[in-house]
């Protein structure tokens, strides 16, 4: 595969967050009654919606933002687990090709956002449209303190409604809004200020404003700040669990808890190795939400 052609089919659509939102939409299903056919075409459509957002994310952050351009070290810092920081860059693709693609991906979302729109409800419209803008929300969210708010409405309540208006026609979207925040946060207020923390100084030359840009600059280190969100995180699915909103299963999760700490007992020395395997950890927590959601029904 030539790196043109992974670029396109790989890097661009950063599948490996797959997991994050792949499991937000099962969940959302399997809070509006279970999965069905229609409910796998929603994973599908998030999914492409997903790859679409990314997709915009590398053309704005280098043709609107300018957060990509530059040398090595004045541009947002690659990382292993989605590379997608230097590819217009370097040259390896061109705006032009990033563009066609991300539309690609969303016109390959709309069809089957169409089919449920056509068979389950009209109101998966409105959410898989929210879906494709918040990209555009989020690359301009970076100079106005909204940057990890705008992830989290994405990955959070946005990917959970579209599951369970995939699944029915009247689900009960308050509580898919409430059930929704410990995706929101694992992918944008811990998550984000892991992938951001070696761009900080670049980024902040060029004026990003950021609620893990604002810890960085205070000096507070990086394992705390996470270790505060997986505690919020932690308390909070407790809550859901003792007020009926989710399977008491979801508790299924915690079994990510050890590792996850025990990652940022020691990433401190290793971070190149062991931000990756916080992303892998952070993934089996909300996949593990989504299997005791499906074991508790």
């Not at 409604?161 to 995939?166: A, E, K």
């Not at 990003?208 to 995180?233: D, H, I």
């Not at 009926?244 to 290793?270: M, R, Y």
Request: net charge positive.
């Amino acid at each position: 595969m030539t790196p043109r052609v992974k670029a396109h089919l790989w890097t661009l659509p950063r599948w490996f967050a797959a997991p994050f939102f792949g499991s937000a939409v099962v969940f959302g299903a399997l809070l509006a009654g279970g999965m069905s056919l229609s409910s796998w075409l929603g994973v599908i459509t998030g999914l492409l919606i997903m790859a679409g957002g990314h997709s915009f994310n590398s053309l704005l952050d280098y043709a609107w933002t300018g957060l990509d351009k530059g040398e090595t070290g004045e541009r947002s810092a690659e990382k292993d687990y989605c590379a997608g920081q230097s590819l217009l860059a370097a040259g390896i693709v061109t705006v032009k090709e990033v563009a066609l693609n991300a539309i690609i991906w969303y016109v390959l979302a709309a069809i089957p956002l169409v089919y449920l729109a056509r068979h389950v409800t009209w109101a998966v419209l409105p959410v898989g449209l929210a879906g494709m803008l918040v990209t555009f929300w989020y690359a301009r969210a970076k100079f106005n303190w909204t940057h990890e708010l705008a992830l989290a409405v994405g990955c959070g309540p946005l990917a959970v409604l579209l599951g369970m208006c995939s699944t029915a026609a009247r689900p009960a979207w308050h509580h898919g809004i409430l059930a929704s925040v410990p995706f929101a946060i694992m992918l944008s207020f811990a998550g984000l200020a892991l992938d951001e923390w070696p761009d900080a100084e670049a980024n902040l030359r060029k004026g990003v404003k950021s609620v893990a840009y604002k810890v960085w600059e205070s000096g507070v280190t990086l394992e705390w700040y996470l270790t505060s969100w997986f505690l919020f995180m932690f308390i909070y699915q407790v809550l859901l669990i003792s007020v009926g909103i989710v399977a008491p299963l979801t508790a299924l999760s915690f079994l990510a808890w050890p590792f996850l700490i025990g990652t940022l007992v020691v990433f401190k020395k290793n971070f190149p190795k062991m931000a990756p395997l916080i992303v892998v950890f952070g993934a089996t927590y909300v996949v593990l939400i989504a299997i005791g959601q499906y074991l508790g029904r």
